[in-house]
């Protein structure tokens, strides 16, 4: 008998093909149920949160109308009563635009220090820190701001306006510093920070480290890689990140209440006394507000809802714009 008879004649029989169950199993079925209802719920409260807004706001709105979004005055005592926060919603994107300004680079450099350069006995430690500094309460920042922060900056505030006053943002009609629109978006800034290191890093590691290490093997720097490589892959998350840490900021209450000198003046001169938030003025009146003035808080607060959602819209609309640009790259 040849060798090719003993290997047929030894050959194993081969497995029947498994039954493929068409449709979906019990489980899938569940499951789909389970985070249809959730995303369902998510979207119930938001309206209902929204629904309740309006119909408590619209008293006070149907009082001061479209001059609600376009006046400066809030008088709830007058005859008739006015109501106007045109000034604070200026005064509340000025502030987290300073807050981004001073958070992102810093962010963005902690996250790409703890993934690529700091050793991983140094590193773990690092990314427990950041995500503790992202659960200490604003009261916290707050008081360490107005306590702390706030008396030394008043010699970089003055160094800004000597040096920097020719730009609109840095000039002072007078050289008192201290519990400005400045040093509240700098706190709120070191608030949100942590924030939007920890995503950037969890999404800066997720970058494939075959290329990285390709990137190295080809002779380029570790600089080059992170450039050419890592900051591309990550940029959505990035922004995201940024945007995040945008809405954080727009909502913001505590520290800017504790820190701010509030007013309802509209200025472009950041480093002087003064200015004002949505928040803040929800905070620093609601204990003692009357029914009227009550309504115009939460119309108030319905602007800060709409304003959220409409930066919420546009970071999700970057976010996708930008994935699809690194995808086809």
Same mark, same amino acid.
């Given at each position: 008998?040849?060798?090719?008879?003993?290997?047929?004649?030894?050959?194993?029989?081969?497995? /029947?093909?498994?039954?493929?169950?068409?449709?979906? #199993?019990?489980?899938?079925?569940?499951? %789909?149920?389970?985070?249809?209802? !959730?995303?369902?719920?998510?979207?119930?409260?938001?309206?209902?949160?929204?629904?309740?807004?309006?119909?408590?706001?619209?008293?006070?709105?149907?009082?001061?109308?479209?001059?609600?979004?376009?006046?400066?005055?809030?008088?709830? $005592?007058?005859?008739?009563?006015?109501?106007?926060?045109?000034?604070?919603?200026?005064?509340?994107?000025?502030?987290?635009?300073?807050?981004?300004?001073?958070?992102?680079?810093?962010?963005?450099? +902690?996250?790409?220090?703890?993934? /690529?350069?700091?050793?991983?006995?140094?590193? %773990?430690?690092?990314?427990?820190?950041? $995500?503790?500094?992202?659960?200490?309460?604003?009261?916290?920042?707050?008081?360490?701001?107005?306590?702390?922060?706030?008396?030394?900056?008043?010699?970089?505030?003055?160094? &800004?306006?000597?040096? &920097?006053?020719?730009?609109?943002?840095?000039? #002072?009609?007078?050289?008192?510093?201290? +519990?400005?629109?400045?040093?509240?978006?700098?706190?709120?800034?070191?608030?949100?920070?942590?924030?939007?290191?920890?995503? @950037?890093?969890?999404?800066?590691?997720?970058?494939?480290?075959?290329?990285?290490?390709?990137?190295?093997?080809?002779?380029?720097?570790?600089?080059?890689?992170?450039?050419?490589?890592?900051?591309?892959?990550? %940029?959505?998350?990035?922004?995201?990140?940024?945007?995040?840490? &945008?809405?954080?900021?727009?909502? /913001?209450?505590?520290?800017?209440?504790?820190?701010?000198?509030?007013?309802?003046?509209?200025?472009?001169?950041? &480093?002087?006394?003064?200015?004002?938030?949505?928040?803040?003025?929800?905070?620093?009146?609601?204990? /003692?507000?009357? $029914?009227?003035?009550?309504?115009?808080?939460? !119309?108030?607060?319905?602007?800060?809802?709409?304003? @959220?959602?409409?930066?919420?819209?546009?970071?999700?609309?970057?976010?996708?714009?930008?994935?699809?640009?690194?995808?086809?790259?």
């Amino acid at each position: 008998m040849s060798d090719v008879d003993l290997r047929v004649g030894t050959a194993q029989p081969l497995p /029947e093909p498994r039954e493929i169950t068409p449709g979906l #199993t019990t489980g899938d079925r569940v499951f %789909r149920f389970v985070a249809a209802a !959730a995303a369902a719920g998510v979207v119930a409260i938001l309206g209902l949160v929204a629904l309740f807004l309006m119909l408590e706001a619209e008293p006070a709105l149907k009082v001061s109308g479209f001059r609600f979004l376009t006046t400066f005055e809030w008088n709830p $005592d007058g005859t008739p009563a006015h109501f106007g926060i045109a000034a604070l919603v200026y005064g509340t994107v000025v502030i987290a635009v300073i807050a981004l300004v001073v958070a992102l680079p810093i962010a963005v450099g +902690s996250a790409l220090f703890v993934n /690529e350069y700091a050793p991983a006995r140094l590193g %773990r430690p690092l990314v427990a820190l950041l $995500d503790l500094l992202a659960a200490v309460p604003s009261l916290i920042y707050g008081m360490w701001g107005l306590y702390y922060l706030q008396p030394h900056l008043n010699g970089p505030s003055r160094w &800004l306006s000597d040096h &920097l006053g020719f730009i609109p943002f840095f000039h #002072t009609s007078r050289p008192v510093f201290g +519990s400005s629109m400045f040093i509240a978006g700098l706190v709120v800034g070191l608030m949100v920070l942590p924030i939007i290191a920890s995503v @950037t890093r969890e999404v800066l590691s997720q970058a494939p480290r075959v290329v990285c290490e390709a990137a190295l093997a080809l002779g380029g720097s570790r600089w080059g890689m992170i450039r050419s490589v890592i900051l591309p892959f990550g %940029r959505s998350g990035i922004v995201g990140a940024a945007m995040l840490g &945008l809405g954080r900021a727009l909502g /913001e209450t505590i520290a800017i209440a504790l820190i701010l000198a509030f007013n309802f003046r509209i200025t472009a001169q950041i &480093l002087a006394p003064g200015g004002g938030s949505v928040a803040g003025l929800i905070a620093n009146n609601f204990g /003692e507000a009357g $029914d009227l003035q009550r309504h115009a808080l939460v !119309a108030a607060g319905l602007a800060l809802f709409v304003i @959220t959602l409409i930066v919420n819209m546009i970071a999700r609309i970057i976010v996708n714009r930008t994935s699809q640009g690194t995808i086809e790259a």
